[in-house]
Nanobody, 123 residues
């Protein structure tokens, strides 16, 4: 069993930055994949970034956020972060943490979703 709690969302101006945190309690997530998803109003939930948590920490991103977002664990146990820089209006959404899964391709794990954290990019 894993419980996921996201935090760090808020209101930010275009070009600004936010760091989202996902705290996973319960079983260790080391060796598994975790992902950050987002859902904007009227749109389907989409995978934004994912990480396979091993010593090498392989990552993947959708094209819309490459070079602006970074997913990491920060070497903190059972934590996953999403550093978001150069935020744009279209990044506005509720962001969700998901996992664990045996691989990035196996995401999302339908059993474990956090409550989400709102990110609003507005001037």
């Amino acid at each position: 069993q894993v419980q996921l709690v996201e935090s760090g969302g808020g209101l930010v101006q275009p070009g600004g930055s936010l760091r989202l945190s996902c705290a996973a309690s319960g079983n260790s997530i080391y060796g598994y994949a975790m992902g950050w998803y987002r859902q904007a109003p009227g749109k389907q939930r989409e995978l934004v970034a994912a990480i396979l948590i091993t010593d090498e920490e392989s990552t993947t991103y959708i094209d819309a956020v490459k070079g602006r977002f970074t997913i990491s664990t920060g070497n903190a146990q059972n934590m996953v972060y999403l550093q978001m820089n150069s935020l744009k209006y279209e990044d506005t959404a509720v962001y969700y943490c998901n996992g664990p899964a045996v691989s990035i391709q196996a995401l999302p794990n339908p059993q474990y979703w956090g409550q989400g954290t709102q990110v609003t990019v507005s001037s």
